[in-house]
């Protein structure tokens, strides 16, 4: 048989091997010359789906024995170094910390894992740093990002951001980049504030989950309503939610799938609609959207830390969407959302938004 497979064209061979675990990639990768050319080949690399799917803990067949494969797989020199991009791109911050055993790389690479992993107004934690420093260094007295991430999301401790930033779309068109004492922050009492403020303390809080990254996810809380008149619809709620030009079952062409920072794969499409049921933007279609209410007052947005508990459902309602998202252990941390975050998670919401403000003002 592996005769017959030496026999097939390079591109067949390696269709066939991405198809393997990581432990049998290994194992067949050195069976002959041919084979371990093709395994070694930056070209054809055969090895990234079978990475991405042993990072992908829903989906992975044998995750223990894969993530051990992963572990030390940068000793093997038939693995091509640019597979470690999407490693450090998209495992968990315990499993890069801890356990893998990490490659020499050049600081232009770390550089592309540390935008494609953390959020673009997390650059002010490189200051004078090496990219690769940056990204994970830590010493007595220095603690870099993903370290500081990786703490957060096992304790309350908030030393390392003593100031959490958040944005609030208004629905005069304007919107504010606020922040609040870290130790006291609590989007659910800002936001109840915000609706007292605006006359809406009597209508239901909604929470939707925006898109995921590696180590927090982007949250929006508003409220929904059928209003009488037109005076108090945030136009530029919708808008966050839902790009123009781009429905849930089509994509605008002048929109492109978001790769830096790269979104988990529950959200690999966006800003288009990823299939799966984590991508809850969109509930329901044209009029019927949201059950035929649409987004009035103030829109709040955030980005939650993620722990080892965050994805655990404790509520009765619905998985991934208004209190499942903010009830429950794991789900108290929160780290600053920026301006320069918006702009690049939402870049069509540039020409949208007609003033910015830093700090509170109404924005007329």
């Known amino acids: 048989m592996t005769s017959q497979l030496q026999g097939l064209p390079v591109e067949l061979i390696t269709a066939i091997l991405e198809e393997l675990d990581l432990p049998s990639l290994i194992t067949v990768a050195s069976l002959s010359s041919r084979l371990r050319s093709v395994a070694s080949d930056p070209y054809l690399n055969p090895w990234r789906k079978p990475i991405v799917r042993a990072l992908n803990h829903d989906t992975c067949e044998g995750c223990t024995e894969q993530l051990a494969a992963l572990q030390h797989l940068s000793e093997r020199s038939i693995v091509p170094r640019q597979n470690w991009i999407e490693v450090l791109t998209l495992a968990s911050p315990s499993f890069i910390l801890l356990d893998a055993t990490l490659p020499n790389m050049q600081q232009a690479d770390w550089e592309t894992c540390f935008k ?4 673009p107004g997390w650059v002010k934690w490189k ?6 420093e940056a990204y994970k260094r830590r010493s007595m007295t220095c603690c870099r990002t993903l370290t500081r991430v ?7 401790c908030t030393a390392e951001e003593a100031w959490t930033k958040y944005i609030t779309l208004n629905k005069n068109g304007s919107a504010n980049e606020l922040e609040v004492s870290s130790r006291s922050f609590n989007p659910l009492n800002i936001f109840n504030d915000m609706k007292i403020q605006s006359n809406l303390a009597h209508l239901e809080t909604h929470v939707r989950l925006v898109v995921v990254f590696a180590d927090v996810r982007i949250l929006a809380f508003g409220v929904l309503n059928k209003p009488r008149g037109t ?3 945030n136009k530029n709620a919708r808008y966050f939610l839902h790009p123009p030009g781009i429905e849930r079952d089509a994509s605008a062409h002048e929109f492109e799938r978001l790769s830096s920072p790269l979104p988990a794969l529950s959200h690999r499409n966006y800003p288009f609609y990823t299939p799966g049921g984590e991508d809850k933007r969109w509930l329901g279609d044209g009029a019927v959207e949201e059950n035929g209410r649409q987004w009035v007052g103030p829109m709040m947005l955030t980005a939650q830390i ?10 009765d309602g619905p998985a991934f969407q208004d209190l499942d998202l903010t009830s429950g252990p794991g789900r108290g941390q929160y780290a600053s959302f920026t301006w320069t975050d918006l702009d690049v998670i939402a870049p ?10 830093d700090g509170l003002g109404l924005g007329n």
């Open 116 to 119: 494609r992993r953390f959020l």
């Open 127 to 132: 200051r004078d740093h090496s990219w690769r």
């Open 150 to 156: 990786w703490h957060r999301s096992q304790t309350s």
């Open 231 to 233: 005076f108090t619809i």
């Open 306 to 315: 993620i722990g080892p508990h965050t994805r655990t459902h404790f509520m």
């Open 348 to 357: 069509w919401m540039k020409e949208l938004i007609t003033k910015r403000v």
